[in-house]
């Protein structure tokens, strides 16, 4: 029961955090092009950083709800935020290291990587009870 109540929280809180910072991160480039740039670095494709953050936010959105749901046995909720994390992660250590982005972008791979690790506890949490 105690392992329960404990996987319980873990999957709410990794799931609302991860929702909440897609969906603040996503729409950042969309509402303030400008901040976004000062922080992470000049863009050349503007475009195209406001559809990655779309798509950002929507990730969001649906790991929010289906963690408001409380679906525990949805594979593609835990698929989706891990898979997502370390794409996120995979693309920030790609392009840093070739100089291509700002180094600032090693933050979010740490932090895509806590989220990854996070669900892979709840994941394993959750196998233990079955």
């Not at 092009?33 to 649906?62: C, E």
């Not at 408001?68 to 835990?78: A, M």
């Amino acid at each position: 029961m105690l392992i329960e109540k404990k996987s319980s929280n873990l999957f709410k809180y990794l799931g609302y955090g991860q929702a909440i910072i897609y969906i603040i991160t996503g729409l950042w480039p969309i509402f303030s092009s400008d901040s976004f740039q000062k922080i992470t670095g000049p863009k050349v494709d503007v475009w195209l950083v406001k559809t990655v953050g779309l798509l950002v936010a929507v990730i969001g959105a649906v790991i929010g709800i289906a963690c408001s749901r409380r679906d525990k046995s949805s594979l593609e909720t835990r698929l989706l935020a891990i898979s997502s994390g370390a794409s996120l992660a995979g693309i920030d250590l790609y392009y840093v290291a070739k100089k291509r982005i700002s180094r600032v972008y090693l933050l979010d791979a740490v932090f895509e990587s806590a989220l990854m690790l996070g669900w892979m506890l709840v994941w394993r949490r959750e196998k233990a009870k079955e």
